[in-house]
């Protein structure tokens, strides 16, 4: 049985689907725009749906062209199109968000739960300084199955989050800060160095893999 | 009510059960025997189970003149003793581990999700450059709950095992190496770089956490 | 006129008391007992206090032998002898700890502004896994004229102490931690890169520092 | 109460004046104009005033259409607009600055610094190489009630400044210099590392905190 | 006997061929287009080959005007201009390349070992996340006399191929990845750390070298 | 086919052999003496020849009480028994080594690449510093089919001999040095830096993995 | 006595002359060219030649509509105009050059030690894979009073050239190269780990520290 | 003409004194008694005289049974024998350091600069917060024809002296201080980064390669 797709420049791995539970993800940063159109076909031809992360809507518009149907999601700078519809959203994922330049970071987490069959909540500008606006989420948080916990800087809101709440933290450190935030890595060290157990981190600006981890956890229910 | 035990030099969070789900761990580097003793007494008094990672047999040999029912588990450099039965496992956590000298990062982290209720598996040396060991235990994998991958030098274990599976990964880092593995710290950036999504990662050694992350995605399936 | 102390091996800067409103004080590593005592009989001949941080239960033994009037502060591993009567306690500091092992430095901290004059109070032991330690403590700091956090790990104890109050806050990191925590470095990092304005920090471990700036503070009001 | 304003992509903290000592600002980079300015307004229409630092003159000039009474500072790049009068100046906050490239961390430190209601000297262009240039200028620093000091490169000024008084110092690197300055990092450590105790360091360029710093211990007097 | 052609600004070292078995390479970044010009000419003179790395379209196009004969390898960013003819291609060297973005290292390396007389082999979109891909090539690979493995991100591609192979194995790291993959820093740790012998590693990115490596030791089999 | 032995707390992998071409090596850092001679054991039972390296004399003069055939290879801090007789040396594989320091590093290299079939030459003392040392060994090096070429400090002897002969060149750093030595960091990255075609470079004091390479390379001349 | 003048931005150091034995000198990067043209409107009204280094010829352009007379140096990126003569050249200071892309480093180190009175001999292209190309040098370098020897990649030239002779040298790194070269940090932390002594380094592509040192070594001849 | 002595393990380099203009010198960290008792008696033959560095007094007492005429130089940490007399000191090199701890790089770069002929003046204990101490010195700086300035900690000192001089200079940063001083590495980079031009600088703690720098520019002046 023929599982890859080959197309000159790659193999699409259209076979992941089953493999990994997930089809295929294009992540567009250093392809071309045809690149990015031939993988996108091969997925369509194999019935399976588009979804490209970090696209510009320059090259939503170019793809536009040939596939009109592509969809843009513009704080999430994702490109998608559904061949067949997403699952039924179940469980529940909470996306908490430090500032609003994080939003990005989380709004990728959040969209990339929700086509993985995540029910996904949204906590936003629920920073450090401001420890006042997370608590009335505390009910929220305690009955999601992950938590997915975005800040840049510091990093230290999946810290104080995991103090209040018994759940599975994703931290998700951001590029956003200057100095010595470091394009994201004082936050990546500080939230792995967190004195708070039960909180893993991924990559910085790693929002599409939170949003991966998040729904894996969140969809264990059923198996 | 009094949830916090003045102990002097210490507040022992005698709390912590309800809010965060398990009770207080005690991390021994750093602290004295009689500090350790004072926290284990504060536990005990408060009805609760006692579990001090990274100990020595030193360590282990001095309290248990005041403590004698305590245990010491050599692989794991764990203390014990249980005031109350320990949760009925149940779910499934796997530890996977790479070589030999990364066994008590693993056996910390197997410990650890056992005591918070997980029905915990172990493949054990099942290193990358020995693909051939961990592919009979692939059916292992697809159905556990939760996946400790647990690696040192090039960390590249992790990336291997995702991308066979399906289910949230936990990896952890460890410092065996030497040269440019800088104790850990390339694992744990080859781990955060890694190209399969649903790996998250936790701070070098620190299989108790990753123990506390697994164990928490493991008893989402009852809430 | 005479301001420095020919030893030999060192000028002693006698005439630091007036030019910088201390006496110099001893750093201990790295000198030899002798060394240390050299410095100490030419500060006592100059009718000034003896102050020596970082020193070792060991040293403090040897140096009794010529100075039996020294003092051990045993948590701040500092050894003092007082020629001439401390200023009289006024104002107000407030030194906040995160744990059990950060408390040498937090006690270096608080000895040393107390030393230069300021009231201390001292808030241990209250980390961010466990907000609800800091709430009843915060009239103490919103009436502080200099607020000290003391913190290692991931540092963030500062930011969220800070988002409470509108003093000046000096942080602390202390090089308590494993892994990413690189001796403090995270902390430090994480502490420059705090989302809340009106925190400045000092070196690594460096409780001296820190209780001069805050001492500093604290006795403007006379200015 | 009502205390935070909710504008869809922002919550914005009107009641941080109280609860902080001074209105919320904005910084300004990765933000939209729109963003900005729909900041602005809700400030406005609180009450408050309005700080925005790190602005870029074209920002100004868009944002100038919707709200025509703004004020441009060019070396500090900033915009401000005072709905309430600022505190009367008082107090004494002298800002040291090494190089004319260092001059807009500078002035945001004084600007900052002034507009929480502290009078501030400016002493520019004194650097290391040059000590002549500080030694007229001891009166006034030895009278002040915190000093700030601007450097990049060596960041070797706050130690020399240091050792002349005994006043509070707020040391701010820069990311001035090439090569190993590193952005900031090689001032920003030597800062840290600095033999000279009664210096705080601040995030590299962070004239807005060293300035927020400074004007909190200005003001301790009438605490 | 002249061995150097002394062109201004450069010494072109037309002696190389004999002294290192091949002759000047121009590697294109950081020089002017007269600059490649002057070069190429002397080469050229010299009856030598020209091969120029990382080059643009920009740059050939310029070249061609006064060098009509360079041809443009447009993956590998290359331009050649064979006056004599290469040498016939012999034994074996394989190029494996983890993803689509990987492929201008891959085709350098490529271009370069059969510019040397190595016949090349190209196993392109092997990543370690679909292991199926490499298994059919295995047999190739074995009988391979240099294999060069090309990977970003984590880099963990030339462990798993070094797994399952006796032949030597050259690394090379490329700057695809975001976040800790810090522009091929982690994979080149990654690669560095192996667990796997046999596994030697060049510069990130460089494909030439790798390529020159690789036909030192494919001819090596004629000596 | 049972392929490896497992002995409780390793899988000793006895099918390597064929699989990679040589026996599995016990790396002895962090194992204990009896983990060691489990392993030993196994691979004696299996009919495979004996090597460990990174020895001590002490774990040496313990292991030989039960294995009284081991040999210690005193510079190379290896332990080798042979079960069956040592491939024929063939081929050539010289060994350059920059300073007295580097001797343990090299003679590890050597020895690693005579198990493997490897004659070996040794050029010793050869540095930078006295390039009048390396000029004699030229015809040497330019029939070997690899060197290795061992180096600490500033690491610039691989571009030297690289510069002077056509045959790939396997670079050792060392962690010999101080200061901004960094351990070897700086030896490698110069090597990886390297303005010389056909080197590439292994772990910091990794002799075994060069002697690996390099007898690697050897033998293709007869694949 | 006036020694400085106040330009409002700055305090142009007229007085450095006597103080330094050289008049202040434009480091162009970061400053507007209305700042440089203050500058140097000063240097000219104090009778001090103009010396303005990292410029570009467009900064050049826009200088010579005030200041017809000034010089543009192509190679070295520098801006000249002499008021009074520049000094007799004397002594000797030969600059040694590793490649086309460090001529702008090396012209710049040239270009300040002659304008700070030495005589310099250049000796360009001498890399260290073709050190048949210093050879024919060693005279002039051995008749040096200090060598200048620029460098970039692994930064291998100086302690090659130190090798050979007993004269001073300083060694300037360059931020040629690519990967791990950094940006100039391996060939600086290389050039500081020399096994030569004798050799001491200026920061990363510092021609004109390096100028100076050397022209500072030059005269000392005569005092 | 044999220059080099090959006595097993290290070919004693006994040409260099014609070569280098200094005979060979024992680096004694990293070697054994043995191996440096045979380097020194090899110069001994050679009739040169014997200088190792960084020697302890342990090494001293065992050297001293074959070679009773060796002497040991306490904070230096150097052991010497001189067979010929050394050369007569003239010229003027002065060393100045920042504290007590630094006395024995201080003391290393002065012996050193005093062997290879050099006249050497000390000023020790002149720290940047006592600026005061340098003054005094001020005319003795500017008659040496080489200052040697050693600081740790934040390594301001040589800017400071660079400012009041026209003399090179050559800094030696010190592994000392704690934190971010980072063994030397804050110090190092603060120095190179100097915005006084004329200084250069050697790797940390290195006093040696000071001295010899110095006393290389100090004989100059009869070239």
């Known amino acids: 049985m023929k599982t890859t797709d ?13 493999r990994r539970g997930m089809p295929e993800v294009v992540f567009s940063p250093g392809k071309t725009t045809p690149q990015i159109l031939g993988i996108m076909q091969s997925l369509i031809k194999a019935g399976q749906n588009v979804y490209a992360t970090r696209a510009t809507l320059k ?4 793809l536009k062209n040939d596939l009109p149907e592509l969809v843009f ?39 990339t739960a929700e086509r993985l069959g995540a029910k996904v909540e949204r906590v936003y500008d629920a920073g450090v300084a401001g420890l ?13 199955r992950a938590v997915i916990v975005v800040a840049g800087m510091e990093g230290a809101l999946p810290s104080v989050v995991g103090g209040l709440i018994d759940r599975p ?48 956890i969140n969809r264990t229910v059923n198996s």
Do not use: W
């Open 132 to 144: 006042h606006r997370i608590i009335p989420h505390i009910e929220l948080l305690r009955k999601s």
């Open 169 to 216: 933290i994703i931290a998700v450190p951001t590029s956003i800060g200057y100095g010595v935030s470091h394009n994201g890595m004082t936050a990546l060290m500080a939230m792995l160095s967190s004195c708070v157990p039960g909180i893993s981190v991924v990559n910085i600006d790693n929002g599409f893999g939170a949003g991966v981890s998040a729904a894996m």
């Open 73 to 111: 999601h513009e704080t999430a700078n994702a490109i998608t199109m559904d061949i067949t519809p997403l699952p039924e959203p179940s469980g529940l994922v909470t996306v908490v968000c430090a500032g609003t330049s994080d939003l990005p970071v989380a709004e990728e987490a959040a969209l």
């Open 6 to 18: 080959d197309i000159g420049f790659a193999k699409v791995d259209t076979d992941r689907l089953q």
């Open 59 to 62: 090259q939503y518009n170019e």
